[in-house]
């Protein structure tokens, strides 16, 4: 059988998925949550595929299982409080309540944790949370940000719903809005601030020029570098 579509398998639990690509000259693989993704050559033969497939499987066997992302008892703590998973044996699914400490998501016992679908349910809980702690705290954090450092202030501050874009800034005709993410939540102060500075910067450079980036390295007190490389490197609770 030639490999021309895209092929599912169970290997010992594992959900395996071939998807075959013209430009593609050798077998890659990257795991997923469920198992592991193959791009494989088109037209390749799926008795000389297997093979292969069962030796990758078995020399990344280690990256196939990470450890699961949120667990029972998980604490996620942010600058605004706590965010605790617990255990909700009265309820039958997934919810939010708010506590002295900060939020809890509450999951059902007969809910598996480490399943896609719970993963998804729990990360939106927490994009839920964010979303209000931004719009709490992070907008008038940013707006004193601006008014510390004498940067020109929006017309507008608003949140967004960017899992890898901490911020945006639009200009509309005379207009101007910045969008601050709601992932911005799980991030240290230093780091808010920086991201903070880096878009009040573009409201004057539109753009990255040497010029942007001196701006925006004024308005860090020198450390733009640093911060934008600790930025990337910084874990976030979500999928």
Not at 39 to 62: C, N, Q, W
């Amino acid at each position: 059988m030639k490999v021309t579509e895209t092929v599912k398998i169970d290997s010992h639990g594992l959900a395996v998925t071939l998807v075959p690509r013209r430009n593609c000259l050798r077998v890659v693989m990257r795991a997923t949550p469920e198992g592991a993704r193959f791009s494989v050559p088109y037209g390749i033969d799926f008795e000389s595929l297997e093979p292969i497939v069962r030796k990758m499987l078995t020399e990344h066997a280690d990256k196939l299982r990470p450890a699961p992302l949120y667990t029972r008892g998980q604490i996620i703590e942010t600058s605004f409080g706590s965010i605790a998973i617990t255990s909700d044996a009265g309820g039958r699914g997934l919810r939010l309540r708010e506590t002295q400490a900060g939020f809890e998501i509450c999951v059902s016992p007969a809910l598996d944790i480490a399943s896609r679908p719970v993963i998804l349910a729990i990360a939106n809980g927490l994009k839920q949370i964010g979303t209000l702690l931004v719009r709490r705290h992070i907008l008038d954090e940013a707006r004193q940000t601006a008014i510390e450092i004498g940067a020109e202030m929006p017309h507008s501050w608003t949140v967004g719903h960017g899992r890898s874009t901490f911020g945006t800034c639009r200009r509309r005709g005379t207009a101007t809005e910045i969008s601050l993410s709601y992932t911005m939540a799980f991030l240290p102060a230093d780091l808010r601030r920086y991201i903070v500075c880096h878009e009040l910067a573009h409201l004057r450079e539109m753009n990255h020029s040497p010029r942007f980036h001196a701006l925006c390295n004024a308005y860090c007190g020198g450390l733009e570098a640093a911060l934008s490389r600790r930025l990337r490197h910084h874990p976030l609770p979500l999928p």
